[in-house]
């Protein structure tokens, strides 16, 4: 009776033990090294950041085996499942709380900081030590400009952002469209979506590239530009890495779809990714309208 009861218990799938989190850490710890190297005109900067990409995209590809292979011999069944949507749903929670913190830095310049600086708050901060200053925003002209040269015009909302947010918001519906053809199971329909939305993401990040090659040569908007140009490149560059993880995780579920590992009542995996997907469209919202707009 005893191990009959056992028997009936739900069973939950433990994973044996992964290297890929240690991988991640590496390749993580290079990119972000490299990175800073690179900002600080390091010759070898470029190297350890691009070593720390490809350690990243090998170990996503890799883990995204273990995952999907694990999910093909049975191992997943309801209690996995239920993991797995709470651990997605406390992921993108994770990422809200990531991006406030940018936009809270954003708030906190514009509303207190750049007003403090021009006198606002204290008016003997700026007729003694910041006379010439003016708190405007987008910020073009520093306090200093000896030690930070301001950008000779700031980001237009017109143009490529516009382009931008049209792309990501089709992205959104294609996604939807795509999801709507795999609980139908039509297949041809399923690829064809799929294939448009990573084709507009990839739009997007071209676009988004020659954005950045404008801004250094032709308005002067760099990392160097002061706080407004930081705060630029800090939203729009993070935003830009979540749209390429975005479009590697699609185009994974686009392999696994032609595979056919989806059926109407089992694709958590699609689901998941389209959740991710919808999140990076609203915060380019947030950003076209903050960062660009107002």
Not at 35 to 60: E, S, T
Not at 102 to 125: A, E, K, M, N, V
């Amino acid at each position: 009776m005893q191990n009959h009861d056992a028997d009936a218990q739900p069973r939950y799938y433990v994973p044996e033990p992964s290297h890929w989190p240690i991988v991640a850490s590496v390749g993580l710890f290079c990119f972000f090294v490299g990175l800073g190297n690179w900002l600080h005109y390091k010759w070898y900067g470029p190297y350890i950041f691009f070593v720390g990409f490809l350690i990243i995209v090998m170990m996503m590809f890799g883990w995204f085996a273990k995952v999907i292979t694990e999910n093909k011999n049975g191992a997943y069944q309801g209690l996995e499942g239920t993991a797995f949507r709470r651990g997605m749903i406390w992921f993108i929670t994770s990422e809200v709380f990531f991006f406030s913190t940018f936009f809270g830095s954003l708030f906190f310049t514009r509303i207190w900081s750049i007003p403090l600086l021009g006198g606002d708050i204290y008016p003997l901060t700026n007729i003694l030590i910041w006379p010439d200053f003016s708190a405007v925003w987008p910020l073009i002209s520093n306090p200093d400009n000896t030690q930070f040269l301001g950008a000779k015009e700031a980001a237009s909302p017109s143009g490529i952002p516009v382009l931008n947010t049209l792309l990501l918001l089709s992205s959104g519906g294609t996604i939807t469209m795509a999801h709507h053809a795999l609980k139908h199971n039509k297949r041809k329909a399923l690829l064809f979506w799929m294939v448009l939305t990573i084709l507009l993401g990839a739009t997007f990040l071209g676009c988004q590239a020659f954005e950045y090659y404008e801004s250094y040569t032709e308005r002067g908007l760099t990392l160097n530009s002061g706080v407004y140009g930081s705060m630029f490149f800090l939203l729009t560059g993070f935003h830009g890495a979540h749209v390429t993880i975005g479009v590697t995780m699609l185009t994974v579920i686009l392999v696994r779809c032609a595979l056919g590992h989806f059926t109407p009542e089992r694709h958590f995996a699609f689901q998941g990714v389209a959740w991710y997907w919808h999140f990076v469209d609203v915060v380019w919202i947030m950003l076209f309208f903050f960062v660009y707009w107002f």
